[in-house]
């Protein structure tokens, strides 16, 4: 079978093992179709002992993992004795009733390798609204740093119809955006993206790199796919692939069928890589840069101008006055002495709470707040300083 290159803006073609090993960050999806077994009563233990092998391999090697796992619906409804429904509230029951087995599945293939991992269930708003978007980040970011894993899914039991992503697709491509993950990969049933289905046309060509995803690259995707206990198909992973690409993460749609699925990726196993505009970090500041209205501001004195110069946070201490009511998350415009705004960034604390550690050190926060949150208001991570 032929195997060709769409080859548009980007960075150049890769192989998927070439990718592998140039990340640090990596989002790994794992749908409903590869984690329940084919009886659709419980998880498939042996293959993911295998995918807990390659996980613990690329941990060894240095590679930090966020998993977004389906499954707990599947799960539930087996549990539950209940038939496949499209009806929205036997969803969010199953989902009730599986969320705990699909965790169980996972601390049981983990737990041999020494892995340990955490649960974080995740609604639409939370990766929409800003201050729900930075609390979600930073218990990541936290987990990370404890050097636990942490396993995504959809808070299916409380999603509403109209705001809900409806696929972990597009969960994983925002859990990639949110983590500044450098490579996202899509297990699935099959070995990427072809020109056409090649299960009905012996002629189909696989694509094994997508520089842009156009209208030509979506119409070679065609329908969704139906059936089994999945709800996506590569449709909806070639717009989690836009959406990880814009976010400066390159994206790998792999399958994940054969035992082993991330190693084979490692060796000689093909897939389709959708390539990153940008990095990572570049993308994020981009985004906060081009917010087209601030909530605020906050007027900074010259220690503090020297300071974020030189690459630093903007700490409480160096602020001298904070305008405009917002919440957590807000993007706030920094305005030296003289007015003149030298920067942008995202605000780890609501104004209320800015107006009461204004000027203060880290260390009376907990007395002036009554808790203790960060010691920076504004991470530098956070933050986009404008050429001067």
Request: charged residues 25%; hydrophobic residues 45%.
């Given at each position: 079978?032929?195997?060709?290159?769409?080859?548009?803006?980007?960075?150049?073609?890769?192989?998927?093992?070439?990718?592998?090993?140039?990340?640090?960050?990596?989002?790994?999806?794992?749908?409903?179709?590869?984690?329940?077994?084919?009886?659709?009563?419980?998880?498939?233990?042996?293959?993911?002992?295998?995918?807990?092998?390659?996980?613990?391999?690329?941990?060894?090697?240095?590679?930090?993992?966020?998993?977004?796992?389906?499954?707990?619906?599947?799960?539930?409804?087996?549990?539950?004795?209940?038939?496949?429904?499209?009806?929205?509230?036997?969803?969010?029951?199953?989902?009730?009733?599986?969320?705990?087995?699909?965790?169980?599945?996972?601390?049981?293939?983990?737990?041999?390798?020494?892995?340990?991992?955490?649960?974080?269930?995740?609604?639409?708003?939370?990766?929409?609204?800003?201050?729900?978007?930075?609390?979600?980040?930073?218990?990541?970011?936290?987990?990370?740093?404890?050097?636990?894993?942490?396993?995504?899914?959809?808070?299916?039991?409380?999603?509403?119809?109209?705001?809900?992503?409806?696929?972990?697709?597009?969960?994983?491509?925002?859990?990639?955006?949110?983590?500044?993950?450098?490579?996202?990969?899509?297990?699935?049933?099959?070995?990427?993206?072809?020109?056409?289905?090649?299960?009905?046309?012996?002629?189909?060509?696989?694509?094994?790199?997508?520089?842009?995803?156009?209208?030509?690259?979506?119409?070679?995707?065609?329908?969704?796919?139906?059936?089994?206990?999945?709800?996506?198909?590569?449709?909806?992973?070639?717009?989690?692939?836009?959406?990880?690409?814009?976010?400066?993460?390159?994206?790998?749609?792999?399958?994940?069928?054969?035992?082993?699925?991330?190693?084979?990726?490692?060796?000689?196993?093909?897939?389709?890589?959708?390539?990153?505009h940008g990095s990572p970090g570049r993308a994020y500041k981009q985004w906060i840069a081009g917010t087209l209205a601030?909530?605020?501001?906050?007027?900074?004195?010259?220690?503090?101008?020297?300071?974020?110069?030189?690459?630093?946070?903007?700490?409480?201490?160096?602020?001298?006055?904070?305008?405009?009511?917002?919440?957590?998350?807000?993007?706030?415009?920094?305005?030296?002495?003289?007015?003149?705004?030298?920067?942008?960034?995202?605000?780890?604390?609501?104004?209320?709470?800015?107006?009461?550690?204004?000027?203060?050190?880290?260390?009376?926060?907990?007395?002036?707040?009554?808790?203790?949150?960060?010691?920076e208001l504004i991470h530098r991570d956070d933050l986009v300083m404008h050429a001067r």
């Amino acid at each position: 079978m032929k195997i060709a290159k769409l080859a548009g803006e980007g960075q150049a073609p890769a192989t998927p093992a070439a990718l592998i090993a140039a990340s640090r960050r990596v989002v790994v999806k794992v749908g409903s179709s590869l984690f329940i077994d084919p009886s659709g009563r419980g998880a498939r233990r042996a293959w993911l002992r295998t995918l807990a092998a390659d996980l613990a391999g690329l941990r060894g090697r240095g590679k930090e993992i966020v998993l977004v796992s389906s499954g707990a619906v599947a799960l539930g409804r087996a549990y539950l004795g209940m038939k496949r429904s499209d009806r929205l509230d036997r969803k969010q029951a199953a989902a009730a009733a599986g969320q705990g087995r699909l965790m169980q599945a996972w601390e049981r293939a983990l737990a041999p390798y020494g892995l340990r991992v955490a649960q974080l269930l995740l609604t639409y708003d939370d990766t929409e609204q800003r201050r729900r978007w930075l609390n979600a980040r930073a218990t990541i970011e936290m987990l990370l740093a404890r050097e636990a894993i942490p396993v995504i899914n959809e808070n299916d039991s409380v999603a509403t119809e109209e705001l809900r992503y409806g696929d972990n697709d597009r969960l994983s491509a925002r859990a990639a955006q949110m983590t500044r993950a450098d490579l996202l990969i899509l297990l699935s049933d099959v070995d990427g993206l072809y020109t056409a289905d090649p299960a009905r046309d012996p002629g189909a060509t696989h694509i094994g790199y997508v520089g842009e995803i156009n209208a030509r690259v979506e119409a070679f995707a065609g329908d969704a796919s139906a059936g089994g206990p999945g709800t996506g198909g590569m449709r909806t992973k070639l717009a989690a692939a836009r959406i990880a690409s814009a976010a400066g993460c390159a994206t790998l749609i792999a399958s994940g069928r054969g035992d082993h699925p991330l190693r084979r990726l490692e060796g000689e196993a093909r897939g389709t890589v959708v390539a990153a505009h940008g990095s990572p970090g570049r993308a994020y500041k981009q985004w906060i840069a081009g917010t087209l209205a601030t909530a605020g501001s906050l007027v900074v004195d010259s220690g503090a101008v020297r300071a974020l110069a030189l690459g630093r946070s903007l700490l409480p201490a160096g602020v001298v006055a904070v305008d405009g009511e917002f919440e957590r998350g807000a993007c706030l415009a920094i305005l030296d002495a003289e007015g003149r705004e030298i920067g942008r960034g995202l605000c780890a604390y609501g104004s209320a709470d800015a107006r009461l550690i204004l000027g203060a050190p880290s260390e009376r926060f907990e007395d002036l707040l009554g808790w203790r949150g960060p010691d920076e208001l504004i991470h530098r991570d956070d933050l986009v300083m404008h050429a001067r």
